[in-house]
T-cell receptor, first 112, second 116 residues
Framework: GQQVMQIPQYQHVQEGEDFTTYCNSS?????IQWYKQRPGGHPVFLIQ?????EVKKQKRLTFQFGEAKKNSSLHITATQTTDVGTYFCADAGGTSYGKLTFGQGTILTVHP | GAGVSQSPRYKVAKRGQDVALRCDPISGHVSLFWYQQALGQGPEFLTYFQNEAQLDKSGLPSDRFFAERPEGSVSTLKIQRTQQEDSAVYLCASTPESAGWAQPQHFGDGTRLSIL
């Protein structure tokens, strides 16, 4: 079935450094969602990308959807300790009702 | 309440026991999803309800897993004759409408199930 691969699995950064996580699919994605899960918490929706080549920004976070709609990325500029958590991409277009197929996630640790 | 509520937060059971996990979605939400999240992994889809109808149960790992949503609101995930590999966090999520492919899912805090 549809698989979404996410790299890296772990990322340790110093506060103030940038961070990027990548999401790849072997097939074309109709849309992709990004979620953040704090340690001990539940996934929280960040954003959805639908259009080829789409770029969306939320303060220090920049989300991109590839031209071929087979990859996506999340970039955080100047990380803060509040950015700690696991970032997941999820294929949201496999069904009409929105069943999510998640990547493995990238665990971000920020050292003060 | 304002969000998705799940209970219990933690459940410890002995291998072979039956367990029942409850999900209270956001009021009025039509769609309800169950996911299983193993340690260090992303959530994996188990089953989907549109109101009281279970339209997709393709992710249930075995016939020991059973879910229901009889009145289209609260849902229960039941696991019979639990096994150690059932240990995971079970997440419930809901969305307002049935055409959910473009909607964010609202997750509960999950039930952490440990099978001894």
């Amino acid at each position: 079935g549809q698989q979404v691969m996410q790299i890296p699995q772990y990322q340790h950064v110093q506060e103030g450094e940038d961070f990027t996580t990548y999401c790849n699919s072997s097939t074309t994605l109709s849309n992709i969602q990004w979620y953040k899960q704090r340690p001990g918490g539940h996934p929280v929706f960040l954003i959805q990308l639908v259009k080829s080549g789409e770029v969306k920004k939320q303060k220090r976070l920049t989300f991109q959807f590839g031209e071929a709609k087979k990859n996506s990325s999340l970039h955080i500029t100047a990380t803060q300790t509040t950015d700690v958590g696991t970032y997941f991409c999820a294929d949201a277009g496999g069904t009409s009702y929105g069943k999510l197929t998640f990547g493995q996630g990238t665990i971000l640790t920020v050292h003060p | 309440g304002a969000g998705v509520s799940q209970s219990p937060r933690y459940k410890v059971a002995k291998r072979g026991q039956d367990v029942a996990l409850r999900c209270d979605p956001i009021s009025g939400h039509v769609s309800l999803f169950w996911y299983q999240q193993a340690l260090g992994q992303g959530p994996e889809f188990l089953t989907y309800f549109q109101n009281e109808a279970q339209l997709d149960k393709s992710g249930l790992p075995s016939d020991r897993f059973f879910a229901e949503r009889p009145e289209g609101s609260v849902s229960t995930l039941k696991i019979q004759r639990t096994q150690q590999e059932d240990s995971a966090v079970y997440l419930c999520a809901s969305t307002p409408e049935s055409a959910g492919w473009a909607q964010p899912q609202h997750f509960g805090d999950g039930t952490r199930l440990s099978i001894l």
